[in-house]
């Protein structure tokens, strides 16, 4: 079975740069779709596709894929940005896979 | 605007059934993948099921293989889960969600999601 390993939390200051790291083995070769969920909510799409934002979601937001690693990036964190993200990739061997779930805090 | 609305939750015993219904509005329903997805209480997102937009091909997570069904109704805009055998170990918020693929035979991402009903799962 194909797992994504996500750390459990991730901390960064007020106005600076979270980075969330996903891997999984050659996790290039699939699109990696990143989720945000705050307390009590339903997952929102937050990037699909590596890197891409729908509609909604603040430029603040990115990813990027490479090797092993996929990341999202969230600069200038604000308070409103703390809560649960998680990856999620899907191909046809493995079905759909959710990482584990990274907790941000914004200090 | 595009809204997804699950119903059916509630308290079973185990080796009990349930049947969980999702009705879409907004969008052209029979163009998209649905999924049902799951969270256990303070756990993390368990991909449960899958069924194509025109409900030729359904998929399962192992651990619910040969115990849930998916299906659709393209007619009425709904998605059920049909949920039997129930272990305690399928205690969870089950969410609804739309896949972002028109038409495909592959899985996009889940770019809509309804607030989720409740199962639990208890003698």
């Known amino acids: 079975s194909y797992e994504l390993t996500q750390p459990l939390s991730v901390s960064v200051a007020l106005g600076q740069t979270a980075r969330i790291t996903c891997g999984g083995n050659?996790?290039?070769?699939?699109?990696v779709q990143w989720y945000q969920q705050k307390p009590g909510q339903a997952p929102v799409l937050v990037i699909y596709?590596?890197?891409n934002r729908p509609s909604g979601i603040p430029e603040r937001f990115s990813g990027s894929n490479s090797g092993n690693t996929a990341t999202l990036i969230i600069s200038r964190a604000q308070v409103g940005d703390e809560a649960d993200y998680y990856c999620?990739?899907?191909?046809?061997?493995?079905?759909?896979?959710f990482g584990g779930g990274t907790k941000l805090t914004v200090l | 605007q595009v809204q997804l609305v699950e119903s059916g939750g509630g308290v079973v015993q185990p080796g009990k059934s349930l049947r969980l219904s999702c009705a879409a509005s907004?969008?052209?329903?029979?163009?998209?993948?649905m999924h049902w997805v799951r969270q256990a209480p303070g756990k993390g997102l368990e991909w449960v099921a899958l069924?194509?937009?025109?409900?030729?091909?359904?998929r399962y997570v192992d651990s619910v293989e040969g115990r849930f069904t998916i299906s659709r109704d393209n007619s009425k805009n709904m998605v059920y889960l049909q949920m039997n055998s129930l272990r305690p170990e399928d205690t969870a918020v089950y969410y609804c969600?739309?896949?972002?693929?028109?038409?495909?035979?592959?899985?996009?991402?889940?770019?809509?999601w309804g607030r989720g009903t409740m199962v639990t799962v208890s003698s």
């Open positions: 999620q990739v899907w191909d046809s061997s493995i079905d759909v896979v």
């Open positions: 969600a739309k896949d972002s693929s028109e038409y495909g035979d592959y899985v996009g991402a889940f770019d809509i």
């Open positions: 069924i194509s937009f025109d409900g030729s091909n359904e």
């Open positions: 907004g969008l052209i329903f029979s163009a998209y993948g």
């Open positions: 050659n996790i290039v070769s699939k699109n």
């Open positions: 596709r590596d890197s």
